[in-house]
């Protein structure tokens, strides 16, 4: 098990039955786990909406209120909103009459009201056709963000009028920029999905619910946040193997480097990558490292790469290798790569080695013969490789889908572990880790890391954390993913999405592990 602070992902029917226990009838307890709730999603709401543009003078906020605790969560996130924007607007569509809204709801309605009745409109469902409406009221100016807070985990299908229109509205207009769900998008249940809102992000407050992670409902939850709050801190889950590893494992990186160390207190990593084609994959690797705070990092690249690498980044040490005809590394390097490997505590290899077999070969043997933490990526996440290596949970593999498939074949990464004993990074928008029993996803992250390059920045961040040997390989792969995928939050919100280098990321590290958000 992670010595990081994870919590367990649970089913809807063991979401109910934790939170009654949780509970326990105590109405103003559920009060306050409400507004921590709506609190956070509005913080968190805003913060992505930062990713698409500045956010502007007066932002319209469209609302789906449900007459359940996500109606309650959806008015207080709004609420969070009007209170930190003061000319912010709300157009809200209750699903429900408000006497018929469960009791927090009611009181989550009469605060927002309190704080803001003059920036309010209603929209009636029961007297007008709210799509009518909403084509109305969106003419020349259409919305900056929707909370959907329509229907909760307690929601049942085939769902009814005017809930299906309304979803196909919202799915198909181009008037609503930011799409935000709480907990789970509406059509999304436990029992299935029904033409599901199609969210940009789901913000999963204090359990994160399966569906959610189901494969088959990607497409309608976007990008997950988990809105951590403390249900799980004085509770004893630790027999749920489906986790979620907290927003809060980060702070384990804040750490003083010690006064009496030196460079090699920190760790030296080898890397063993970069090819006459793909030179660029190695640089981005070994920026990454040294960015992620390794001590030494030594770099085995093709002979012909060695004076340009050199002259770029002078702070690692480049050895120069005998090349392929093809420009890839040559197996008669690997006695060079013995003597370097002896001062390393940690060896990853893979970005941009290309496809050419001797270098595969050469891969292998220099693996058999490192005895230490082990990170494969990229070109060397091959079954010519992996099947004649010994695996280990010192061993750390690092693919996508694709990259599994050409592994594995198309085996559940839940069984294959079982049968090969090392870490798994299955990389994705919802990235997860695999490490004997356990299955751990790693949420956060921003559509920016899809493009060529955010692999090899991973790699070096994994492997300068694994060459620390603070912390478990396991550990290792977590911190790594929620590390990048931080970075690359903040880097979006500060430049957008579009207009960036995936290298861009690194200069985000730093900030992303010295601020809680």
Same mark, same amino acid.
């Given at each position: ?13 063991? !979401?109910?039955?934790?939170?009654k226990?949780?509970?326990g009838?105590?109405?103003?307890? #559920? ?5 921590k ?27 789906l ?8 969560d ?9 209170? &930190?924007?003061?000319t ?6 209750? $699903? ?5 809204c469960?009791s ?6 009469? %605060? ?7 920036r309010? *409109?209603?929209?009636d ?12 009221r969106?003419?020349?100016r ?5 909370i959907d ?14 809930i @299906? ?23 999304? +249940?436990?029992?299935?999905? *029904? ?6 992000? +789901?913000?999963? &407050?204090?359990?994160?619910?399966? @569906? ?6 990607? #497409? ?9 709050l ?7 889950l630790? %027999? ?5 590893l907290c ?13 009496a ?31 992620a705070?390794?001590?030494?990092l &030594?770099?085995?690249?093709?002979? !012909? ?21 093809e420009?890839t ?14 001062r390393? /505590?940690? $060896? ?9 077999? %001797?270098?595969? /070969?050469l ?19 091959? =079954? %010519? ?9 010192? $061993?750390?593999? +690092?693919?996508?889908?694709? *990259? ?7 085996v559940?990464?839940? #069984?294959?572990?079982?049968d ?18 356990d ?14 390059? =955010?692999?090899?920045?991973? +790699?070096?961040?994994?492997?300068a ?23 690359? #939050? ?5 430049h957008?999405?579009e ?11 730093s900030?992303?592990t010295r601020?809680?958000?």
């Open positions: 098990m992670s010595r990081l602070p994870t919590d367990p992902i649970l089913s809807v029917e063991e !979401s109910l039955s934790f939170e226990k949780y509970f009838g105590d109405e103003e307890l #559920e009060w306050q786990a409400m507004n709730a709506g609190e956070g999603v509005g913080d968190a709401l805003l913060r992505d909406m930062r990713e698409l543009r500045t956010i502007p003078h007066r932002p319209r906020i469209l609302v209120v449900g007459k359940g605790h996500n109606g309650g959806g008015l207080l996130a709004t609420k969070r909103l009007l209170q &930190t924007i003061p912010a607007r709300a157009v809200i569509i209750p $699903l429900a009459r408000w006497e018929d469960r927090l709801t009611q009181r989550a309605w009469k %605060e927002l009201k309190e704080l803001a009745e003059n309010i *409109e209603m929209i469902p029961s007297s007008v056709n709210p799509c009518e409406e909403l084509e109305k969106s003419e020349g259409g919305f900056d963000a929707l807070g329509l229907l909760g985990m307690q929601a049942k299908l085939p769902l009814r009028e005017p @299906p229109a309304l979803i196909q509205w919202i799915n198909d207009s181009e008037k609503i920029a930011v799409r935000a769900s709480v907990d789970l998008p509406t059509g999304v +249940t436990g029992e299935g999905s *029904e033409n599901p809102l199609r969210a940009d992000f +789901t913000y999963c &407050t204090g359990i994160v619910k399966k @569906p959610v992670i189901d494969p088959i409902n990607s #497409e309608y939850v976007g990008r997950l946040r988990y809105l951590n403390g249900f799980f801190d004085d509770n004893n630790e %027999e749920k193997r489906l986790r979620v927003p809060s494992a980060l702070q384990k990186l804040r750490r003083l480097r010690s006064v160390g030196d460079k090699r207190s920190h760790g030296h990593l080898f890397l063993l990558a970069g090819s006459l084609d793909l030179g660029g994959a190695a640089m981005m690797a070994a920026q990454a490292a040294l960015k705070g390794v001590g030494l &030594t770099v085995g690249i093709p002979e !012909s790469l060695h004076p340009a690498f050199v002259a770029q980044l002078p702070e690692a040490m480049w050895v120069p290798l005998p090349e392929t005809p420009g590394l040559a197996l008669e390097g690997l006695g060079k790569i013995r003597q370097s490997l002896n390393a /505590t940690a $060896l990853a290899a893979g970005p941009g080695l290309g496809s050419v077999k %001797e270098t595969h /070969t891969v292998r043997e220099v693996c058999n013969f490192f005895d230490g933490p082990t990170l494969l990526d990229a070109d060397a996440l091959r =079954s %010519e490789i992996v099947e004649k290596i010994e695996l280990s949970d010192e $061993l750390v593999l +690092t693919p996508h889908a694709g *990259e599994f498939i050409r592994l594995a074949g198309k559940d990464p839940k #069984e294959w572990i079982q090969n004993p090392c870490t798994l990074i299955l990389k994705g928008p919802h990235s997860q880790v695999f490490s004997g029993q299955q751990t996803f790693c949420m956060g992250g921003s559509s920016l890391l899809a493009r060529g390059g =955010s692999g090899d920045l991973l +790699t070096g961040i994994l492997g954390l694994l060459a620390k040997r603070i912390f478990s390989p396991q550990d290792c792969a977590q911190l790594s993913l929620q590390w990048h995928g931080r970075a690359a #939050e903040v880097l979006a919100r500060q957008g999405q207009s960036i280098r995936a290298s861009e990321i690194l200069n985000f590290l900030f992303a601020n809680d958000f």
